[in-house]
């Protein structure tokens, strides 16, 4: 099975998945642009601060790399852009814990300050939730494509299931050989 087989292409949660991917990409490209912008060296920790945060060239540079990635998870949409949003966002919580650890050391080559390290975890948030949205809860619907992909047996009517159970063909009931003989099924 294919990712892009799991869920259809006309599917509303593929829209959350792209708007989410896109919304956060640009923010991450305002970011980066306005780094850019004040012309800053790129290992910098002077603290120069844009947006309220602390910032250097290295990190306006990630903040582009990330932002175009999350704008091409917009593009491409469906469970890339979801699955892209949930990776990315786990990586900005990380990211978050690390630096947590690294201020006012040496090795906070990034240049980041609390305030940085907050939009990380909040923005790390938003994206994996963006991600998540309607593909990890304890109550989805049934006719969710997710739900029905882990749940084959209990699918909505009218839905085909999705998974393994729903590539093999049916089995026809076997008939014994004693009704067989007078041209009945059983039943």
């Known amino acids: 099975m294919k990712l892009r087989d799991e869920l259809p292409v006309d599917h509303h949660l593929a829209t959350v998945y792209r708007y989410g991917a896109g919304f956060c990409g640009l923010v991450l490209l305002v ?3 306005l780094g850019f912008a004040d012309a800053l060296s790129p290992f910098n920790t002077s603290g120069d601060t844009i947006a309220g945060m602390t910032t250097n060239v290295a990190l306006s540079v990630i ?3 990330v932002g175009l990635a999350l704008l091409g998870g917009a593009v491409i949409g469906g469970n890339f852009a979801s699955t892209l949003n949930m990776t990315v966002g786990a990586l900005f919580v990380l990211s978050g814990f690390v630096h947590i650890f ?4 040496p090795a906070n080559i990034l240049d980041f300050g609390m305030t940085n390290v907050i ?4 923005m790390g948030l938003v994206i994996a939730t963006f991600g998540m949205y309607g593909r990890v809860s304890s109550r989805l619907a049934p006719d969710n494509p997710y739900y029905r992909r882990r749940h084959p047996e209990r699918a909505a009517p ?3 299931a999705l998974g393994p159970a729903a590539d093999r063909p049916q089995e026809l009931p076997v008939a014994n050989a004693g009704s067989a003989a007078r041209g009945r099924l059983p039943g």
Do not use: C, K, P, Y
Not at 102 to 105: A, F, G, T
Not at 119 to 122: A, E, G, I, N, P
């Open 119 to 122: 939009f990380s975890f909040v």
């Open 31 to 33: 970011f980066a642009a």
């Open 158 to 160: 009218g839905t085909r």
């Open 63 to 65: 903040s582009t790399v």
């Open 102 to 105: 690294l201020l006012d050391r």
